[in-house]
Protein backbone atom coordinates (compact mmCIF):
# COMPACT_ATOMS: atom_id res chain seq x y z
CA UNK A 1 0.00 0.00 0.00
CA UNK A 2 1.50 3.36 -1.04
CA UNK A 3 2.00 6.40 0.93
CA UNK A 4 -0.83 8.29 -0.58
CA UNK A 5 -3.27 4.92 -1.45
CA UNK A 6 -6.02 6.67 1.34
CA UNK A 7 -6.65 9.71 -0.98
CA UNK A 8 -10.25 8.83 -2.41
CA UNK A 9 -11.00 10.89 -5.92
CA UNK A 10 -14.04 12.37 -5.80
CA UNK A 11 -16.62 13.15 -8.76
CA UNK A 12 -17.05 16.75 -6.90
CA UNK A 13 -15.14 18.46 -4.78
CA UNK A 14 -16.31 19.91 -1.44
CA UNK A 15 -14.37 22.51 0.74
CA UNK A 16 -14.24 20.90 4.52
CA UNK A 17 -14.61 22.50 7.08
CA UNK A 18 -11.79 24.23 8.47
CA UNK A 19 -10.89 22.90 11.93
CA UNK A 20 -9.63 25.61 14.11
CA UNK A 21 -7.20 25.22 17.11
CA UNK A 22 -4.94 27.07 19.10
CA UNK A 23 -1.49 26.72 17.37
CA UNK A 24 -3.51 27.65 13.98
CA UNK A 25 -1.44 30.20 12.07
CA UNK A 26 1.79 32.39 12.54
CA UNK A 27 1.93 35.59 14.37
CA UNK A 28 3.03 38.36 11.92
CA UNK A 29 5.48 39.82 14.62
CA UNK A 30 7.58 36.29 14.47
CA UNK A 31 10.76 36.24 12.80
CA UNK A 32 11.13 32.38 11.92
CA UNK A 33 14.75 31.02 12.80
CA UNK A 34 16.77 29.24 9.75
CA UNK A 35 16.65 25.69 9.74
CA UNK A 36 19.75 24.16 8.64
CA UNK A 37 18.12 21.58 6.77
CA UNK A 38 17.99 20.71 3.10
CA UNK A 39 17.77 20.95 0.30
CA UNK A 40 16.26 17.42 -0.39
CA UNK A 41 15.48 16.77 -3.99
CA UNK A 42 13.78 14.12 -6.52
CA UNK A 43 14.79 14.74 -10.28
CA UNK A 44 15.11 12.25 -13.39
CA UNK A 45 16.01 13.21 -17.09
CA UNK A 46 12.77 15.72 -17.58
CA UNK A 47 11.71 17.17 -13.97
CA UNK A 48 13.14 18.25 -10.76
CA UNK A 49 11.52 18.58 -7.35
CA UNK A 50 13.36 20.69 -4.73
CA UNK A 51 12.40 21.51 -0.94
CA UNK A 52 14.87 23.83 -0.01
CA UNK A 53 14.25 27.31 2.17
CA UNK A 54 12.69 26.02 5.65
CA UNK A 55 12.20 28.22 8.66
CA UNK A 56 10.86 27.28 11.78
CA UNK A 57 8.41 28.94 14.12
CA UNK A 58 7.10 28.60 17.68
CA UNK A 59 3.60 27.36 15.86
CA UNK A 60 4.95 25.36 12.64
CA UNK A 61 7.64 25.65 9.84
CA UNK A 62 7.91 26.69 6.58
CA UNK A 63 9.75 25.89 3.27
CA UNK A 64 9.86 26.07 -0.41
CA UNK A 65 8.51 23.46 -3.14
CA UNK A 66 10.56 24.10 -6.44
CA UNK A 67 9.83 22.31 -8.88
CA UNK A 68 11.75 22.67 -12.60
CA UNK A 69 11.44 21.02 -15.94
CA UNK A 70 13.81 20.22 -18.33
CA UNK A 71 12.22 20.81 -21.04
CA UNK A 72 10.61 24.25 -22.83
CA UNK A 73 7.99 24.26 -22.67
CA UNK A 74 6.92 21.57 -19.74
CA UNK A 75 5.32 18.31 -21.15
CA UNK A 76 3.26 18.98 -17.99
CA UNK A 77 1.68 21.39 -15.69
CA UNK A 78 4.47 22.03 -13.03
CA UNK A 79 2.23 23.46 -9.99
CA UNK A 80 -0.28 21.70 -7.78
CA UNK A 81 -3.39 23.73 -8.64
CA UNK A 82 -2.04 25.97 -11.46
CA UNK A 83 -4.28 24.57 -14.41
CA UNK A 84 -2.04 23.47 -17.54
CA UNK A 85 -1.67 24.90 -21.05
CA UNK A 86 -3.28 23.52 -23.97
CA UNK A 87 -1.04 20.37 -25.44
CA UNK A 88 0.17 19.51 -22.03
CA UNK A 89 -0.29 15.86 -20.83
CA UNK A 90 -2.79 15.18 -18.51
CA UNK A 91 -3.25 11.32 -17.04
CA UNK A 92 -5.34 9.94 -14.46
CA UNK A 93 -3.95 10.08 -11.11
CA UNK A 94 -0.57 11.60 -12.76
CA UNK A 95 -0.47 15.41 -11.61
CA UNK A 96 2.12 16.20 -8.85
CA UNK A 97 1.57 14.79 -5.31
CA UNK A 98 3.83 15.43 -2.08
CA UNK A 99 2.96 14.33 1.63
CA UNK A 100 4.67 14.57 4.82
CA UNK A 101 4.68 11.83 7.30
CA UNK A 102 5.68 12.08 11.43
CA UNK A 103 7.07 10.11 13.65
CA UNK A 104 4.11 9.69 15.95
CA UNK A 105 2.01 7.76 12.31
CA UNK A 106 0.34 11.24 11.32
CA UNK A 107 0.41 12.16 7.41
CA UNK A 108 0.03 15.11 5.47
CA UNK A 109 -0.77 15.52 2.33
CA UNK A 110 -0.54 18.88 -0.38
CA UNK A 111 -2.74 17.80 -3.53
CA UNK A 112 -5.31 19.72 -5.37
CA UNK A 113 -8.98 18.78 -3.52
CA UNK A 114 -6.94 16.24 -1.20
CA UNK A 115 -9.63 15.53 1.34
CA UNK A 116 -8.20 14.10 5.02
CA UNK A 117 -10.57 10.76 6.42
CA UNK A 118 -12.49 11.51 9.65
CA UNK A 119 -10.00 10.62 11.81
CA UNK A 120 -6.58 12.41 10.20
CA UNK A 121 -4.62 14.06 12.76
CA UNK A 122 -5.14 17.79 13.57
CA UNK A 123 -1.82 18.40 11.47
CA UNK A 124 -2.26 20.82 8.58
CA UNK A 125 -0.25 21.42 5.40
CA UNK A 126 -1.41 24.45 3.31
CA UNK A 127 -0.09 26.66 0.58
CA UNK A 128 0.74 29.93 1.37
CA UNK A 129 1.44 31.54 -2.19
CA UNK A 130 3.71 30.13 -5.22
CA UNK A 131 4.45 31.42 -8.76
CA UNK A 132 6.50 30.96 -11.89
CA UNK A 133 6.51 30.46 -15.34
CA UNK A 134 8.50 28.63 -18.48
CA UNK A 135 10.18 26.05 -16.37
CA UNK A 136 10.43 26.46 -12.88
CA UNK A 137 7.14 26.93 -10.34
CA UNK A 138 7.91 27.89 -6.18
CA UNK A 139 5.48 27.02 -3.97
CA UNK A 140 5.48 28.15 -0.40
CA UNK A 141 4.30 25.36 2.26
CA UNK A 142 3.16 26.47 5.81
CA UNK A 143 3.06 23.18 8.29
CA UNK A 144 1.96 23.20 11.64
CA UNK A 145 2.21 22.37 13.99
CA UNK A 146 5.82 21.63 14.85
CA UNK A 147 6.93 18.00 14.13
CA UNK A 148 7.70 15.31 16.55
CA UNK A 149 11.25 14.60 17.41
CA UNK A 150 13.01 12.16 15.21
CA UNK A 151 12.60 11.45 11.49
CA UNK A 152 10.18 12.77 9.11
CA UNK A 153 9.52 11.21 5.61
CA UNK A 154 8.82 13.66 2.52
CA UNK A 155 7.32 11.54 -0.16
CA UNK A 156 6.97 12.57 -3.77
CA UNK A 157 4.97 10.92 -6.64
CA UNK A 158 4.42 12.65 -10.21
CA UNK A 159 3.08 10.19 -12.19
CA UNK A 160 2.89 12.83 -15.79
CA UNK A 161 7.26 13.19 -15.40
CA UNK A 162 7.53 9.53 -14.61
CA UNK A 163 8.39 9.80 -11.08
CA UNK A 164 7.64 7.19 -8.58
CA UNK A 165 6.69 7.46 -5.22
CA UNK A 166 10.13 8.45 -3.52
CA UNK A 167 10.85 9.20 0.14
CA UNK A 168 13.32 11.21 1.85
CA UNK A 169 13.67 10.63 5.45
CA UNK A 170 14.73 14.15 7.51
CA UNK A 171 15.53 14.43 10.71
CA UNK A 172 12.43 16.54 12.33
CA UNK A 173 14.73 17.55 15.53
CA UNK A 174 16.51 20.63 13.97
CA UNK A 175 13.08 22.04 13.16
CA UNK A 176 12.07 21.48 16.95
CA UNK A 177 15.49 23.18 18.26
CA UNK A 178 15.42 25.87 15.74
CA UNK A 179 11.96 26.80 16.57
CA UNK A 180 12.96 28.06 19.75
CA UNK A 181 15.05 30.72 18.53
CA UNK A 182 11.69 31.75 16.75
CA UNK A 183 10.79 34.27 19.75
CA UNK A 184 8.03 37.40 19.02
CA UNK A 185 9.97 40.61 18.07
CA UNK A 186 7.49 42.26 21.05
CA UNK A 187 6.47 39.42 23.25
CA UNK A 188 3.93 41.24 25.49
CA UNK A 189 1.81 41.53 22.11
CA UNK A 190 1.60 37.94 21.61
CA UNK A 191 -1.60 37.51 22.79
CA UNK A 192 -3.56 40.25 20.98
CA UNK A 193 -5.32 39.78 18.03
CA UNK A 194 -4.54 39.69 14.74
CA UNK A 195 -6.40 41.19 12.32
CA UNK A 196 -7.86 39.52 8.98
CA UNK A 197 -5.38 41.71 6.79
CA UNK A 198 -3.03 44.23 6.46
CA UNK A 199 -5.89 47.37 5.48
CA UNK A 200 -8.36 46.44 7.98
CA UNK A 201 -5.57 46.75 10.99
CA UNK A 202 -4.58 50.08 9.58
CA UNK A 203 -8.68 51.29 10.04
CA UNK A 204 -8.70 49.91 13.89
CA UNK A 205 -7.33 51.77 16.50
CA UNK A 206 -4.10 50.54 18.08
CA UNK A 207 -3.29 48.64 20.82
CA UNK A 208 -1.04 48.68 23.08
CA UNK A 209 0.36 45.44 24.88
CA UNK A 210 0.46 46.01 28.33
CA UNK A 211 -2.98 46.95 29.03
CA UNK A 212 -4.95 45.72 26.04
CA UNK A 213 -6.50 49.54 25.81
CA UNK A 214 -6.96 51.09 22.80
CA UNK A 215 -4.98 53.95 21.69
CA UNK A 216 -5.92 57.13 19.39
CA UNK A 217 -3.36 56.84 16.76
Known sequence: MGFFSEIQPTAEFVE????RVKWQGTSDDTVGAFVPIGPFQVQNEEVAIVATGFFAYPTGFTFTLVTLSRL??????LSFHHPGSTGQRHTPGGELRFGIGFADGSKLFQLAHAI??????LRSLRSRGG?????????????EPLPPEGNMTFVFEWGDYAIPETSIDVD???????AISALPLWPEDADLPEGSDHSSRAAMRHYTSSEFRKVDP
Open 16 to 19: PEPR
Open 72 to 77: TPPPAP
Open 116 to 121: PRADSS
Open 131 to 143: GGGGRKWTSELWC
Open 172 to 178: ATAIVNA
